[in-house]
């Protein structure tokens, strides 16, 4: 599977199969969130794995009562520590984090897994529940898991609504 391929499958999912993942599997998938690239090259994040069924339990509330997390085995919450902005004004710790998140995304589809990116959390509750110190913050949260629903690619804006070419800037 090439990466365009990864992209243009890769959908949210939120119906997820009651079968574990293979821990070759999650460790690829955790391999392709080690290698992104950050700013600096500082890796400042951490990726906490959460299996034990009590805590993802929990972890619904922690996620606004987003109940289809809890079927997923697997709840990968991405964390860092380095609170700087960069010269552009963008939180490093933000950006790095997502882009581990989505590699790590494309690698699970590559896998055969689904996963779902959860900005609906409450930080606090999150790290409370995990143990995450106090100097880390979660970025995102993401249920991982082999999918139970086939989803239709859902809408995207056409290229000439995103791209501008030189000063040529459209409304
Ligand atoms: C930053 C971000 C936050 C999101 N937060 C949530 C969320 O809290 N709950 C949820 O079910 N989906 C969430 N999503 C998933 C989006 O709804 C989804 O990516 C979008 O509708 C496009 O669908 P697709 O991912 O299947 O292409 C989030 C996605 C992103 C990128």
Known sequence: MDVMHAILERRSIRRY????????VLNKVLEAGRLAP????QQDWRFVV???P?????MVDA???QRFIQDAPVHLVVCANNVRDMACGQPARTVD???ALSFMMLEAMECGLGTCWLGSFDNQAVK???????????VAVTPLGYPDEQVDARPRK???QVVAYDDQWTD
Do not use: F, H, M
């Open 17 to 24: 199969q009651n079968r574990p993942i293979e821990q070759p």
């Open 38 to 41: 950050s700013a600096r090259n």
């Open 50 to 52: 959460v299996k034990d």
């Open 54 to 58: 009590d805590l993802r339990a929990k």
């Open 63 to 65: 996620c606004c009562g």
């Open 97 to 99: 984090c997502s882009i």
């Open 128 to 138: 409370t529940l995990l143990r995450i110190p106090d100097d880390y913050q979660v």
């Open 158 to 160: 056409a290229l000439d």
